[in-house]
């Protein structure tokens, strides 16, 4: 699973500016790149601020939204599927944690 793959690794934001009052806006070029991004989306984007895992983000998450052991695969998919998704839009890059 993708997941196993990646829980080590640490997102690391690359926008330029973020403003979140009701909507959560970024800005990630001087061109003006503009993304919006959804309640959850903008959760887990704040999470991604270079000093956690997305195994810790994953359980930060399955906590706020009180997720539990069942739909808990589910909620693995969908981390790995937006973390592709701003991976592939340039919002986040990811390090590896070498133990």
Do not use: H
């Amino acid at each position: 699973m993708v997941y196993k793959l990646l829980k080590r690794y640490v997102p690391i934001q690359v926008c330029i500016k973020k403003r979140s009052d009701g909507e959560f806006l970024l800005v990630l070029s001087e061109d003006q790149e503009l993304y919006y991004l959804n309640e959850t989306a903008g959760f887990l984007y704040n999470l991604m601020d270079g000093s956690r895992t997305l195994e810790e983000i994953t359980e930060e998450l399955k906590a706020e939204y009180d997720v539990s052991e069942v739909e808990s695969g589910s909620i693995e998919y969908d981390i790995v599927e937006t973390v592709r998704s701003f991976q592939w839009q340039n919002i986040i890059q990811l390090k590896e944690v070498i133990e």
